[in-house]
């Protein structure tokens, strides 16, 4: 993905809630978009995958519960 680090420019100059929507395919994309600032992932053409989904759902978890301990 090439689009990671526009979310990080994003979220570093601005308040606003940040969705990263582009090529959340799995734990990992969704975790590298957190780590680049995003607020929340949307997950796109994988969201009939009902694994992808479950994946992309825990890392948001741990990511959450992460950053609540902070």
């Not at 959340?24 to 975790?31: L, S």
């Not at 969201?47 to 978890?61: F, K, P, Q």
């Amino acid at each position: 993905m090439d689009s990671e680090s526009i979310v990080g420019d994003v979220a570093d100059a601005t308040d606003l809630f940040v969705v990263a929507n582009n090529g959340v395919q799995g734990a990992g994309t969704a975790r590298e978009y957190f780590a680049y600032g995003a607020d929340a992932v949307s997950v796109g053409r994988a969201s009939d995958d009902r694994d992808v989904l479950a994946a992309v759902r825990g890392a948001a978890d741990d990511w959450v519960a992460r950053e609540a301990i902070r």
